[in-house]
């Protein structure tokens, strides 16, 4: 018997192929849940919910109207909803002093604006079943706690996203809902694929785990398995399955220059 034999969930962000999303959802429904996957592609949404056995609905997150039809559409076609995951997320790269207005509007309603949407729609479904609650889980980011250089928009709206994730643990607890963050840190995936063919870069990092490898995608996944089952008697915590980076921090900008620059010059004498 499955984790999550006869619990349902809604997964947002799952609309690129192997992208976290779609890799929570795999597990999830191999645990025993109906799940329904959510996001801006519809191709990419419907393969995955044929191949799981679940539902899809496009849901862009910054809009506030489609967070809560994507809502009201889990409790509709599934009778209700155990658990609800955002995975919506957008890894801006950009100096404080060159981050544009239009960069910072829609790191804002992404990260932000969306995370309080998708809050707000969840926590009212979940307060309105019979019996009421659920568990509630956004992805945050390491860099919360093992700060990186040029990352203050992204470290800035996902550090709001833990601290109102911690607000909807301590108002609605009393109704049997769950809220909790998870933080992944440098993650092989779609987002990180193109730095991930950047010579030296991997190698800045692994000396920050302790426990010798990058956190994957799978990691992440169990993280939100647990929180999302009966098992997992906790709320209003920020989950670092990342091998302990927050331990020895992230690199900054000269170790990965160092790194980067190593590697190049490695290869030139090659």
């Known amino acids: 018997m499955g984790q999550l034999e006869g619990k349902t969930a809604v997964i947002l962000g799952a609309a690129s192929p192997d992208n976290m999303g779609q890799v929570i959802a795999r597990l999830f429904a191999k645990e025993g849940a109906k799940v329904m996957v959510a996001g801006r592609k519809e191709g990419p949404l419907s393969d995955l919910a044929n191949e799981i056995g679940g539902h899809y609905q496009l849901c862009d997150i910054t809009n506030r109207d489609q967070v809560h ?17 955002n995975c919506a997320g957008w890894g801006l790269l950009a100096n404080l002093l060159e981050t544009t207005d239009e960069q910072l509007d829609q790191i ?23 019996p009421t609650g659920g568990s509630i889980i956004s ?37 049997g809902i769950k809220a909790n963050s998870v933080s992944p840190a440098f993650t092989e995936s779609p987002m990180t694929a193109e730095s991930f063919q950047v010579p030296g870069l991997v ?25 999302s089952s009966d098992a997992a008697f ?22 990965i220059e160092a790194s980067v620059g190593a590697a190049m010059a490695k290869m030139q004498e090659g």
Not at 73 to 85: F, L, Q, S
Not at 235 to 255: F, I, M, S, W, Y
């Open 234 to 255: 906790v709320t209003g915590e920020n989950l670092q399955p990342n091998g302990g980076v927050t331990l020895r921090g992230n690199p900054q900008a000269k170790d």
């Open 139 to 175: 992805l945050s980011s390491a860099t919360t706690k093992a700060l990186i250089n040029n990352h203050a928009a992204y470290i800035g709206t996902k550090t709001a996203g833990e601290a109102m994730i911690r607000c909807v643990a301590n108002d609605f607890g009393h109704l």
């Open 69 to 85: 039809a994507l809502a009201a559409a889990g409790a509709e076609k599934m009778g209700r909803v155990d658990a609800a995951i």
């Open 203 to 227: 190698d800045a990092f692994m000396p920050k785990y302790p426990l010798g490898r990058l956190n994957t995608s799978d990691d992440v996944a169990n993280a939100c398995l647990w929180l």
């Open 108 to 130: 804002t309603d992404l990260q932000f604006k969306g995370t309080h949407h998708f809050l707000q729609a969840f926590v009212k479904v979940m307060s309105e079943q019979a």
